[in-house]
Nanobody, 124 residues
Framework: QVHLVESGGGLVQAGGSLRLSCVGF????????MGWFRQAPEKEREFVAH????????YYADFVKGRFALSRDNAKNTVYLQMNNLKPEDTAVYYC?????????????????WGQGTQVIVSS
């Protein structure tokens, strides 16, 4: 089991950057692949990015490719989502999640543990 806590959200102007962090509390953090999702008001939660357990393989939604970068430091039980060239449409609550799946997955139903979310607001 792992407890996830996100941080790093805030208000930023379009074109700016933010780095989100997600700390996992639990001894088995490195046994989980991690994902980031986001949910804008009145919209469904959507996949943003995924990183594998140990090799750092990443997979991104098309709308963030080239702008966002996901990394992890298992020694610190932390994953980082670097978000560059932010756009107003990136405004959402961002959630990190952990999955025991060995496959890359963008399906939120495959994720077992979720953080509480961190708000990102991008002004135009």
């Amino acid at each position: 089991q792992v407890h996830l806590v996100e941080s790093g959200g805030g208000l930023v102007q379009a074109g700016g950057s933010l780095r989100l962090s997600c700390v996992g509390f639990g001894r088995t953090f490195s046994s989980y692949a991690m994902g980031w999702f986001r949910q804008a008001p009145e919209k469904e939660r959507e996949f943003v990015a995924h990183i594998s357990r140990t090799h750092g393989y990443t997979y991104y939604a098309d709308f963030v490719k080239g702008r966002f970068a996901l990394s992890r430091d298992n020694a610190k039980n932390t994953v980082y989502l670097q978000m560059n060239n932010l756009k107003p449409e990136d405004t959402a609550v961002y959630y990190c999640a952990a999955t025991g799946s060995r496959l890359v997955t963008a399906d939120l139903r495959e994720y077992d543990y979720w953080g509480q979310g961190t708000q990102v607001i991008v002004s135009s």
